[in-house]
């Protein structure tokens, strides 16, 4: 049984290394091409009245949306008592472990308070993370409607109902399991926070976003006088009179010119949380019954980012090397939290 796992892991590995070293090497020839030819690549591929790459821009990112929920409601079924929570922390870090004696008055005490608040805690953050699926998604369809959104306080009481019940329908699954979706949910958390990150050093660039330009030439602008590309009815024939005086290569830092609404167009945020798809892997491998559907997993979470990465620059949202680095980020930080997570798990950490 251990030589079969060996072998599966080892191939694995190969499956995942291989395509690695293919995908950083187009990345490589694709950052070249776009250095030269960003903006020629946007002018012929700008279609901005596609009706799919409207809907992929509005709801590319529900697999980010998506992973808040299921996480919290994972750690508030799996989560641990204070000693037990001592004794996994104590394996990473080593001066702290669990209390000797569990049976005094004092350990009882700060025992039940540690239960009650790691209990509201997840749930509150898994009320928070079912809100930012269906909120996003509501918001989207309410706008493509005319509707005006709903108030928070109705997200707030839909999320809570929805969380409850999600919690009281998995509340008897294996306890084994539910390590195994720990570990993966603890991973999410971590590449979560790191695409958090990347997207908030979006602004720090400047780069003008292409259809902000052509939203300004064209007098789509908003109530403050500045470009309004996001929301505006654009179409191609607008190119012919635009003015790309404000682009940028990835290596300067842009000018909006305080006209310029959005000039955070380097990397793709869209692109970059895309690849949360690619958990789905480990997720299969982690899972007898489903670890066949790990190559696939991986292919079809390729396939998505690519999909999103071209969609992007159909919308004039992102140039070529924004979705090409933004991609080379998310695969990237998603390889080192597979790793830390695989070291944890295989150390008994967790998992």
């Not at 037990?84 to 702290?96: A, C, H, N, R, Y």
């Not at 109705?154 to 399991?177: G, Q």
């Not at 993966?184 to 902000?212: M, W």
């Not at 404000?246 to 945020?269: E, L, R, T, V």
């Amino acid at each position: 049984m251990d030589l079969k796992k060996r072998l599966n892991e080892e191939k694995s590995f190969k499956r995942v290394f291989i395509a690695s070293i293919v995908f950083y090497a187009v990345a490589f020839v694709l950052m070249i091409v776009g250095t030269f030819l960003d903006l020629q690549i946007d002018k012929a591929v700008f279609y901005p009245e596609s009706i799919l790459v409207k809907g992929i821009e509005q709801f590319s990112q529900f697999v980010y949306w998506g992973m808040w929920g299921p996480i919290f409601t994972v750690l508030i079924l799996s989560r641990h008592d204070l000693n037990e929570s001592l004794e996994i922390t104590g394996k990473v870090i080593p001066f702290i472990g669990p209390v000797d004696n569990t049976q005094t008055k004092a350990y009882k005490v700060c025992n039940t308070i540690f239960n009650i608040f790691t209990a509201i805690l997840f749930y509150v953050l898994s009320v928070i993370g079912w809100k930012k699926l269906v909120e996003n998604v509501l918001k989207n369809i309410l706008a493509d409607l005319d509707i005006a959104d709903m108030p928070q306080w109705f997200y707030f009481i839909v999320c809570a109902v929805l969380s409850a019940v999600v919690i009281l329908a998995c509340r008897k699954i294996d306890k084994a399991k539910l390590r195994k979706l720990e570990a993966l949910a603890l991973a999410g958390i971590l590449l979560g926070i790191c695409y958090k990150l990347v997207e908030e050093c979006k602004d720090i660039t400047g780069r003008v976003r292409f259809r902000e330009m052509v939203a300004y030439s064209n007098g789509k602008v908003d109530e403050s006088g500045m470009s309004n590309g996001q929301k505006a009815d654009l179409e191609r024939e607008m190119l012919k009179y635009t003015n790309y005086g404000q682009y940028a290569p990835w290596y300067k830092k842009g000018n909006d010119m305080m006209i310029y609404k959005h000039s955070n167009s380097f990397p793709s945020g869209h692109t970059a949380y895309c690849c949360t798809m690619f958990l789905t892997y480990p997720l299969c491998l982690a899972f007898e019954k489903l670890k066949k559907f790990a190559p696939f997993m991986f292919a079809f979470s390729a396939a998505y980012v690519i999909l999103v990465a071209v969609s992007r620059l159909v919308a004039g949202a992102h140039y070529l090397t924004d979705v090409v680095v933004a991609a080379v980020i998310g695969y990237t930080l998603f390889l080192i939290v597979h790793k830390i997570y695989t070291i944890f798990t295989k150390k008994g950490i967790i998992g």
